[in-house]
């Protein structure tokens, strides 16, 4: 009788884990997940700490845009593609592999150049036009160009992006690391939920 129970809550304990752990792969994959913000590199619009949703549905039916605050694995970075290291992915259980976030700036086929005026200011151009960001953190807080940045002018190929930080003075983003393939992406942020004074659509 002993065994009977005993048999039976191990039964139960593990048809319960497989079902949280199918339920967090379909939730995480489909729908989306929370994120929390460890850097500076999106000042002001997020600050160390924030809690943000991200969604991973739009993925399925379209592409990032220009100004989208993206979730990615950066292209220098290697991911597992081991059952272990998919799974680790899918389920966000003890996940190591380092995601960015950064906004979208260039899009595929754009020409793109990084200019600094004389005032020391500094202005991304798309096709040879002045791009307003009104989000960045300043447009005199840069990190000047060198001819080992990625700082154009040149075309952005097709399937890639070009991210960059609103905190332009401390982002590590593609200035240095280039172009972004598109099938890096995690998903979209689209709300800023913690802490509570800063909630926001994003």
């Known amino acids: 009788m002993q065994d009977e129970k005993v048999k039976s809550f191990l039964i139960d304990t ?22 929390w913000i460890p850097s500076g590199s999106m000042h002001p619009t997020l600050l160390e700490g924030d809690r943000i949703f991200v969604e991973r549905v739009s ?4 592409a990032p845009q220009r100004g989208d605050i993206m979730i990615f694995y950066p292209p220098f970075v290697e991911l597992d593609s081991s059952f ?3 799974f680790k992915r899918l389920t966000g259980f003890f996940c190591k592999d380092i995601a960015y976030i950064k906004r979208v700036v260039g899009m595929p086929g754009d020409k793109l150049e990084i200019r600094e005026s004389p005032d020391g200011s500094h202005t991304v151009y798309i096709n ?15 990190i000047k160009c060198n001819e080992k940045m990625y700082c154009g002018p040149f075309v ?16 590590q983003d593609s200035r240095f690391w280039g172009f972004l393939p598109k099938d890096r992406f995690i998903g979209k942020a689209v709300f800023l939920f913690w802490p509570p004074l800063r909630m926001k659509n994003l």
């Open 84 to 86: 272990l290291g998919v």
């Open 59 to 62: 993925r399925f039916y379209t």
């Open 14 to 35: 593990i048809e319960t884990l497989v079902f949280v752990i199918v339920a967090v792969i379909i939730i995480r994959f489909f729908i989306g997940e929370i994120r």
């Open 128 to 142: 040879d036009k002045p791009f307003n960001e009104p989000y960045i953190q300043s447009k005199y807080d840069y």
């Open 156 to 171: 952005i190929p097709e399937g890639q992006y070009f991210m960059m930080g609103d905190n332009r003075g401390n982002s």
